[in-house]
């Protein structure tokens, strides 16, 4: 069994910075795939970043490329989403994955584990 815990979210303005963590627990990570998927009302759960928990291979959805960032602290078993120059678009519930077999995908069924999730909301 693997646990994700999500925190960091809030409320942000335009323009703003916030930085989410994804905090995991239950087993060794470090064949592990972590993502990131977001999740506005209406729409499906999409793709936002990924990042192996060994190496430093990340990779990201183009709506967010050059403005945010996925990270990790392995020693923590924390990943991290740093999110700058934030806009409206970017309000949703955000979501921390796990996928066992440590592909990248940008699709949500491949991921096993997900955590509650934190919401995000950018105001203008």
């Known amino acids: 069994q693997v646990q994700l815990v999500e925190s960091g979210g809030g409320l942000v303005q335009a323009g703003g910075s916030l930085r989410l963590s994804c905090a995991a627990s239950g087993r060794t990570f470090s064949r592990y795939t972590m993502g990131w998927f977001r999740q506005a009302p209406g729409n499906q759960r999409q793709f936002v970043a990924a990042v192996k928990w060994s190496g430093d291979t990340t990779y990201y959805a183009d709506s967010v490329k050059g403005r945010f960032t996925v990270s990790k602290d392995t020693a923590k078993n924390t990943v991290y989403l740093q999110m700058n120059s934030l806009k409206l678009e970017d309000t949703a519930v955000y979501y921390c994955?796990?996928?066992?077999?440590?592909?990248?995908?940008?699709?949500?069924?491949?991921?096993?584990?997900w955590g509650q999730g934190t919401q995000v909301t950018v105001s203008s």
């Open positions: 994955a796990a996928d066992e077999d440590g592909g990248m995908w940008p699709w949500p069924f491949r991921y096993e584990y």
